[in-house]
């Protein structure tokens, strides 16, 4: 298997990312699409790992100014990174960790010093092999359980 990722440029590989999030988040994880859909996608840089012309995996990545508000990564001075989904079939071949490095090197890129998630609970692990640390105590976010996590670039 030979996955790319790469940034979604256009309108149809945003599609694909929105495809990806919503078998995971909505049909499988059961989050409502109000919660999913929160007005931040057209602000964001998205990722998409493509497996041939398959999109098989996804990423988010929200600018934060210095009150910590969501705005486009280009005037910010962190990242939230999120929405981060490989499909089923997929998962534990490294997709994830591609997509994050791809997000965290862009952001560095861009001159960003600081990333920072929302990890639901049992994915911690992946999270903190790549550098996250967990802050403050666990909450509950759409009903899964939540670590707020952040590290430097």
């Not at 059961?30 to 012309?53: P, T």
């Not at 861009?110 to 550098?131: D, I, T």
Request: avoid cysteine; charge should be positive; charged fraction near 25%.
């Amino acid at each position: 298997m030979s996955v790319v990722v790469r940034t979604a440029e256009s309108p149809e590989e945003r599609l694909a990312a929105w495809r990806i999030r919503e078998r995971v988040f909505i049909d499988e994880q059961g989050i409502a699409e109000a919660i999913e859909r929160d007005g931040l996608d057209g602000i964001a840089w998205h990722f998409v790992a493509w497996d041939s012309e398959t999109a098989v995996g996804t990423a988010r990545v929200v600018g934060l100014d210095a009150r910590n508000r969501p705005v486009p990564p280009a005037v910010a001075t962190a990242v939230k990174i999120g929405r981060m989904a490989v499909l089923p079939s997929k998962r534990r071949l490294g997709i994830g960790k591609r997509l994050l490095d791809a997000a965290l090197e862009l952001a560095r890129q861009n001159g960003l010093r600081r990333a920072e998630l929302s990890a639901q609970a049992y994915v911690v692990p992946f999270y903190e092999q790549a550098g996250f640390r967990v802050e403050g105590d666990a909450y509950v976010e759409a009903g899964i359980p939540h670590r707020h996590m952040s590290r430097a670039l």
